[in-house]
């Protein structure tokens, strides 16, 4: 074929394919001919998909077969038909869950899982190279899985037990050695290992394994082995019987309880000081022949020569720097086996500060700070240790100080502490009244005071309460007296005022007294009622009174009290009233002043009066003949008359109507008063007074004859004179 025909077909059967629309509806996947068969059953899993295409051509599809997340098949066919994956005489290997994916042109679909169970395992075989075997002689077991497929796990077991002691030569084959003499039944069995749960076979076939015993014994011998005490030498031997004929060498080891003593290959010799650590001791001879062990022992008892030393203190309670004296000392002691040896004791460690006073005695001085000692008993080359002592020097109490928490108030509950500064707790502390045991109190913290709570009934001081501090056997430390003063609290407080609350004035000097009862220093506080809230003044003072001043003016005028406070509480005193009168001199100006206002009154009253009575002499009847005033001739008489222009007065008769109607009858001679000033420049001035003349007018300027008498003139009618 040319290459161009070549081309054109592939081409072509490319442009077909890409033109080709693919859809995969469905892949099933399914088991044959059962989801559940016998072993030896021969089994296909059979993959089909319906695919829906638009081209004519075969498009190739590529399968794949799933045993859980594995791959265990790929298929590529351009075919429509099954695929079928065949599982030939199917094992319990083959169970499990299985899948199956188809790609068309790059679209893939994957069917539902599907689970094959294969049941009917092989029954395994056991076999074993021997039959009968000496001690420590190995067999070897071989466990065969006819027709078993997959991974497979063996077990062998020895009677009951799984032996673990062997060494794999296969998987199905392990050699070991048998432990113990007599018959060993083994048997088999394996595992096929699939996931998630394998499958255990049944159990193998029974063999029947014989172990016969060695002939070859180890020998233990001790002498002495009775009445034995520490001290004494033991002769040990540890030997191999019958080992001159057909002995496979071996290895011996002589031990007491976990010391190894000796080892060797057929003979073992110890001369061994016993000891009596444990009352009996145990002695082992053992002989290793590869993976057989002998093992021979005996028991020894073993008397003490002496006991274990016990170190003492000479007293129960030590303060630093205390003389004290350390025993050691074993209790119990065999005499008749010492054979005249003394016991030696000694102390560690041993210091400048402790000397040696006999056998087991030392003396020295206390530290001070915690210290430990032990102390060793020998005799007959036996060492024995005694427990440590430990020894906590106590530091001694120093003077206690006694004081009171706050205030100490007649009547009331106070606390009293007590506190020496050094001392090792516990400290007890003993509150004394008078030379009598008032409480007690033990503090077992370091620098911490006691406390004692006491009810004061009795005023001055608390001189008759001190403490005591003791932290042993030694005198306790006591303290000062108690130096404290008795407070009284505050029970009365009284107000008075100088001067009396009626004499109070404007300008006058106020005085508020404020007297109390309570133990000083006493604050003194002054209030008025306009404003409670603060204070006018605030005083302290040692006194049983003190005063408050101020210059009263009116607006003094409150309620006052005062606030008496000491230590123990405060008391408020009565209120009194202060109301500021007026002050003398507006007292006395008031009706000055009145009487001046009257006087000023009356005096005008008096000039009116006499203008007036002047005004009436001048209405004299007084023709313009009369005469006038004769004027001042000199100057000192002009100088006396009034600067004020001078004004005539004069009196017009004024002609009568001869007709009635017009004229009325008047009674009397009517009178005009005309008021004329005469200016000292020749102007008229309204606001001045002259002198007055009356004038007399008639009609012809005569004096006329009326029809009435002059007893029917009358001057009532007369106008008064306007100022």
């Known amino acids: 074929m040319g290459l161009l025909p070549l081309i054109t077909s592939t081409l072509l059967f490319s442009w077909t394919t890409l033109n080709a629309a693919v859809k995969i509806t469905k892949v099933d996947l399914s088991i044959e001919p059962s989801a559940d068969v016998e ?64 790609t068309i042109m790059g679209k893939a679909k994957t069917s539902e899982a599907a689970t094959l169970t294969v049941t009917g395992m092989s029954t395994p075989v056991l076999r074993i190279n021997k039959a009968n075997i000496t001690e420590g002689e190995s067999v070897t077991a071989t466990c065969l899985a006819q027709g078993e497929t997959g991974s497979l796990l063996f077990s062998f077991h020895d009677n009951s037990k799984e032996v673990e002691n062997g060494v794999w030569v296969t998987s199905s084959r392990l050699t070991f050695v ?78 007491q309880d976990t010391e190894l003593l000796e080892s060797g290959e057929t003979y073992i010799h110890v001369n061994w000081t016993a000891h009596a650590r444990t009352p009996v001791l145990t002695i082992r001879c053992q002989l290793d022949l590869g993976d057989v062990e002998k093992v021979v022992s005996k028991t020894v008892s073993v008397r003490e020569l002496f006991s274990v030393p016990t170190l003492r203190v000479s007293a129960v309670e030590v303060f630093q720097e205390d003389e004290i004296s350390l025993t050691c000392r074993s ?64 530091v001694p109490v120093s003077t206690p100080k006694i004081w009171v928490s706050g205030s100490a108030v007649l ?27 008032n409480q007690i109190a033990v503090v077992h913290e370091f620098n911490k005071a006691a406390n004692f709570t006491v009810v004061i009934n009795e005023t001055g001081r608390l001189n008759h309460y001190l403490c005591t501090a003791s932290n042993g056997d030694r005198t306790p430390g006591l303290s000062d007296k108690l130096q404290t003063a008795v407070i009284e609290p505050m029970t009365t407080a ?9 004499d109070i004035s404007e300008g006058h000097s106020v005085i508020l007294i404020c007297s109390f009862l309570g133990t000083p220093p006493v604050t003194v506080k002054w ?29 003094h005028t409150d309620s006052y009290y005062c606030r008496a406070e000491n230590r123990a509480n405060s008391v408020k005193s009565n209120k009194i009233n ?102 000292p420049h020749g102007a008229t001035d309204h606001h001045d007074y002259g002198s007055v003349k009356y004038v007399d007018l008639n009609g012809d300027q005569q004096p006329r004859i009326t029809q009435h008498s002059p007893k029917d003139i009358s001057y009532s009618d007369l106008p008064m004179p306007v100022d």
Not at 199 to 204: F, G, I, L, T, V
Not at 494 to 502: A, E, T, Y
């Open 578 to 679: 202060v109301v500021v009168g007026m002050a003398m001199w507006k007292k006395l100006l008031i009706p000055g002043t009145i009487i001046l206002v009257v006087f000023s009154l009356v005096m005008v009253g008096f000039i009116l009066f006499t203008r007036s009575r002047r005004v009436r002499v001048d209405r004299t009847p007084e023709s313009v003949w009369s005469s006038r005033k004769p004027e001042a001739e000199t100057d000192d008489d002009l100088s006396t008359l009034s600067n004020e222009p001078e004004v005539e007065y004069t009196e017009v008769v004024h002609p009568r109507s001869s007709d009635p109607a017009k004229n009325p009858l008047r009674k009397g001679t009517d009178t005009v008063y005309s008021e004329l000033q005469n200016s």
């Open 39 to 102: 072993r030896n059953t021969d089994v296909a899993l059979r993959c089909k998909a319906e695919v829906l295409t638009s081209g004519t051509e075969a498009l190739n599809r590529v399968y794949t077969v799933y045993k859980g997340d594995s791959v265990i098949y790929n298929k590529t066919t351009s075919s429509s038909e099954d695929l079928l994956y065949r599982l030939p005489q199917a094992r319990v290997s083959n169970n499990g869950k299985y899948k199956c994916a188809i």
């Open 411 to 437: 009547g009331k509950r106070v606390a009293i502490f007590c506190l020496s500064d050094t001392g090792t707790p516990p400290i007890t502390y003993t509150l004394w009244k008078a030379s009598k045991q």
């Open 178 to 255: 048998p432990k113990g003499v007599g018959n060993h039944n083994i048997h088999c069995s394996y595992l096929v290992l699939n996931m998630p749960y394998p499958s255990k076979s049944q159990q193998s076939n029974t063999v029947t394994l014989t172990v016969e015993e060695l002939s070859i014994e180890p020998v233990l011998k001790i002498s002495p082995q009775d009445n034995v005490y520490e001290g004494d030498t033991l002769n040990i031997t540890c030997s191999v019987s019958n080992s001159t004929k057909g002995y496979q060498a071996g290895e011996l080891f002589l031990s």
């Open 527 to 555: 209030f008025r009622d306009s404003d409670d809230l603060n204070p006018l003044d605030t005083t302290t003072t040692n006194s049983n009174n003190t005063n408050y001043e101020f210059i009263a003016n009116k607006e």
């Open 494 to 502: 009284s107000l008075m005022v100088v001067p009396d609350v009626g």
């Open 331 to 394: 209790e119990k002691l065999s005499y008749d086996r010492l054979e005249g040896e003394s016991l030696i004791y000694s102390l560690e460690p041993f210091d400048y500060q402790m000397v040696r006073k006999g056998n087991g005695v030392f003396v020295g001085k206390a530290k001070t700070i915690d210290f430990n000692y032990t102390c060793t008993a020998a005799a007959k080359g036996i060492k024995k240790k005694s427990n440590v002592l430990t020894i906590h020097p106590k």
